[in-house]
Structure formats: C-alpha cells, structure tokens
C-alpha cells in the first residue's frame, strides 16, 4: 500500500542574472517563499488583479510618514499612471506633499540629540531630518497665499476633496501628490483634516475669515456615493490609522472590499486597528469573505517601491501584447 503523499510545491532558491529586472525578482519569491518574500509576490499579483478588473474601484490609503521619505515618489506614480481612482490619507500627507514642492527634507538618524536638534529649530521623524523653514514656516507661507486667493474667488467652503484638489492645482509642481491627483481627477479625502500643519492653517484663516467652512459631511456623501454605485472595489492600504479605517468602513456598506493588499508593521496582540489583519475585517464585513487578500509585515519604503516597480513593469508588459 502507497503511503500518502502531502502535495506541496518545493521552496526554490533564488536565480540571479546580470539585467534580471525587479518584476522578475519579485516572481522568484513566490517560489523561493522565505517569511514576507511570497506575501510581496502575492500582493503584487492581487494590485495586477485588481487593476485589470473591469468595473473596480481602486482605493489607495496611507499615512504620511512615507511621505517624508523618497516613497513620496512610488505613491505619485500609482496616482500620476491613474492606477488607483480614490485616495484616503492622513494631514501630514498634505503638509509634507505642501512642504516639498519648495523645500528639502534631509537625511538623519534614529539616534540623535533630539534636545539639540529642537535648539537648531530641526524636527526628527524618526531618521529624517525636518528644518522648520522647511515645515511649519513654508507650509504657512503657501497655505495661506492659497486660502485667500480661494476666499477671494468665493470659495467659503469646501470639503476636504475640493480643498485638496485646489492645492495640487495651485502647487503646479510634478513631484507632488496632489498634482498628479488633481490633474487625473482622483479625489484625496482626509477624514482628519485638522490633524496636522494644514489642518492648522485651515483653523487660523477661519480666525479673521468665520464664514471660512470645511464640510467633512460633503466628503461623505460622495463616499457613499461611490460605494452605492460600485459593484467590486480593492484597496492598497499602507499603515494603519483612520486611513485605513476610513477605507474599509465605506467598503462595508457594498458587502466588503474585494481586492486587498495590507503593508503594515503593526502588530495585532494589541488589538489595534493599525496591527488588525485581513480576516478581522472579514468579521465586520467590511472584507468580503471571498475576497484575494494579503497581510504583508514589513517597512513600507522597502516594500511598496519594489511593488510598484514589479507592477508597473508586469502592466507593461501586458498591454505590450
């Protein structure tokens, strides 16, 4: 009698060759697995589905620490290539998009003398290095050059949508985020607008200016709109936070998100929605129960530049043919 056999596909090492290119790295480890490797490759191969379902609206959320970083350029290239329809964020996507169309960030450690640093007038945000002419000072500048042209245009009020679309239209700068995003019709919403150096000046021009409104409630009945009228919807979430809840709390409301990718380093002991897993959403609804799904653990300015490069390169390939 034959022993049973388990079915199971051999882990390969990797193969390396001298223009071996980043998609064909990125397919490797799907076989040569490792611990995150065949996670990347698997969340790769779901964006590439999602992308090419006919129908599906695409929702992009992340936090803005990587905004600080060089991963502001992955992020523009899924917006500016029209890869992704909806962007959900936090404020400080806004101040450091704002910060370096003007001014450079600069590179730091994680152990500094941050007592030093505050007396020179320069922020740490972990290993990056934020002068303040190149924060709070230039984002005041623009900010409120840009909210009297609008009060004067007699824009008084705006959802966060509408607001983030004019700066990207007045920034007039291609590094940006909200350039691109503007340019291609893709709204940017952020739930917590008042949280950062934008949301600030927001609150500081309504001082002199009190019919001056933000209306989040505009923000959400276009939202809930676009759930209404979708049939099948995926999201790249990268961090945690009210973006990513923001995300998948709409999606419930159209029996859940059907493509997801999740890059986090969080972990879920805690019971934080920034460490919660795929399947917890699942539990909500807000994650349908058939849904391609992905959780990968792993720094996000390593992660999602060798994402979007692999996809990137596999969706050109694709409309080669």
Same mark, same amino acid.
């Given at each position: ?64 620490d ?15 290539r029209?890869?992704v ?83 990207? $239209?007045?920034?007039?700068? &291609?590094? !940006?985020? @909200?350039?691109?995003?503007? *340019?291609n019709?893709?709204?940017?919403? /952020?739930? #917590? ?16 200016h ?6 989040? $409630?505009?923000?959400?009945? &276009?939202? !809930?709109? @676009?759930?209404?009228?979708? *049939?099948?919807?995926?999201?790249l979430? /990268?961090? #945690?936070?009210?973006?990513k ?26 019971? !934080? ?22 959780m990968i ?25």
């Amino acid at each position: 009698m034959k022993k049973a056999q388990s079915h199971k596909l051999p882990i390969m090492d990797y193969q390396f060759t001298e223009k071996m290119s980043v998609d064909e790295l990125v397919k490797q480890m799907d076989s040569a697995w490792g611990f995150t490797a065949g996670k990347l490759a698997s969340g790769v191969s779901i964006m590439e589905d999602m992308i090419n379902a006919k129908g599906c609206v695409k929702f992009f959320s992340f936090t803005a620490d990587i905004v600080a970083t060089g991963t502001r350029g992955a992020i523009r290239e899924l917006v500016k290539r029209k890869l992704v329809d909806v962007i959900i964020t936090t404020c400080g996507t806004l101040d450091h998009d704002v910060a370096r169309c003007w001014k450079d960030y600069y590179k730091g450690s994680f152990v500094m003398n941050d007592s030093k640093l505050h007396q020179e007038g320069v922020n740490r945000l972990g290993n990056v290095l934020v002068p303040n002419d190149s924060y709070g000072i230039v984002i005041e500048e623009k900010i409120q050059a840009m909210l009297k042209e609008l009060y004067a245009e007699g824009k008084h009020e705006l959802s966060t949508a509408e607001l983030n679309r004019e700066i990207g $239209l007045r920034c007039c700068d &291609e590094s !940006s985020i @909200l350039y691109w995003a503007a *340019k291609n019709n893709i709204p940017v919403y /952020v739930p #917590g607008i008042t949280d950062g150096a934008v949301g600030y000046q927001l609150w500081f021009f309504s001082q002199d200016h009190k019919d001056f409104r933000i209306n989040l $409630l505009k923000d959400e009945g &276009e939202l !809930s709109n @676009l759930m209404f009228d979708s *049939k099948t919807s995926g999201a790249l979430i /990268v961090g #945690g936070g009210i973006s990513k809840h923001h995300t998948i709390w709409w999606n419930q409301f159209k029996d859940g998100l059907d493509f997801v990718v999740y890059v986090s380093t969080a972990d879920e002991w805690d019971g !934080s929605l920034s460490g919660a897993r795929p399947r917890e959403a699942v539990s909500w609804g807000k994650i349908s129960e058939k849904a391609k799904r992905i959780m990968i653990e792993g720094d996000a300015t390593v992660v999602l530049p060798i994402m979007t490069s692999a996809l990137l390169e596999r969706l050109s390939k694709t409309k080669t043919k």
